[in-house]
């Protein structure tokens, strides 16, 4: 069981925008602003899209963004496109020293 | 070009140990940890533990505590994870991550991944 909850899967048509969300608590999301998410196509490694909450590392497309409000951190994909459906996995900085959500998987239909 | 390209795939018998390599380029690597994460099939990332280039200190997920231990070797540029008493459990595929933060061993994010080495626990 991850310490980070994330919803199994959404999904969007091309051009819309989706959201996936990733809740923690006081003590990892909420506490610190160290929230970076990754994308993972079936049998590759995960890449890093987005780090400290809402900062994307050079060659993220800018459809990618990031956000918090609380104990919840959240992922946005504008502009949908077929080659962002894989899965996506929520981390964050606690005193473990970090943690991860168990993924949600993003179907483009 | 930064890369992490790590050893080929092991089978291993219950009970038995595995020592998976990772060979770092591209960039100083003594100016980063690094991290094992593993990928149970079919389930999420789990941290495993991380190394400091320098010194050698690790500091380990207590769930892997007592059987892995992990090294490097500052001449080759290259960090082991060793995980002994393996069992079913443990089969998985075992990613060796670069690691980012301002302190040790905290661990804000990771920004580079090695492609993967899949370890099968089977009798």
């Known amino acids: 069981q991850s310490v980070l909850t994330q919803p199994a899967s959404v999904s969007g048509s091309p051009g819309q925008s989706i959201t996936i969300s990733c809740t923690g608590t006081?003590?990892?999301?909420?506490?610190?602003?160290?929230v970076s998410w990754y994308q993972q196509y079936p049998g590759k490694a995960p890449k890093l899209m987005i780090y400290d909450v809402s900062n994307r590392p050079s060659g993220v497309s800018n459809r990618f963004s990031g956000s918090k409000s609380g104990n919840t951190a959240s992922l946005t994909i504008s502009g949908l496109q077929a080659e962002d459906e894989a899965d996506y996995y929520c981390?964050?900085?606690?005193?473990?020293?970090?943690?991860f959500g168990g993924g949600t998987k993003l179907t483009v239909l | 070009q930064m890369q992490l390209v790590q050893s080929g795939a092991e089978v291993k018998k219950p009970g038995a140990s595995v020592k998976v390599s990772c060979k770092a380029s591209?960039?100083?690597?003594?100016?980063?940890?690094m991290n094992w994460v593993r990928q149970a099939p079919g389930q999420g990332l789990e941290w495993m533990g991380i190394i400091h280039p320098i010194g050698g200190s690790t500091s380990y997920a207590q769930k892997f505590q007592g059987r892995v231990t992990m090294t490097r070797d500052t001449s080759t540029s290259t960090v082991y994870m060793e995980l002994s008493s393996l069992r079913s459990e443990d089969t998985a595929v075992y990613y060796c991550a670069r690691g980012y933060s301002s302190t040790w061993p905290d661990l804000y994010y990771f920004d580079y991944w090695g492609q993967g080495t899949l370890v099968t626990v089977s009798s």
């Open positions: 981390s964050s900085y606690t005193s473990s020293p970090v943690v």
């Open positions: 591209g960039y100083t690597f003594t100016s980063y940890y």
């Open positions: 006081s003590s990892d999301v909420g506490g610190y602003n160290y």
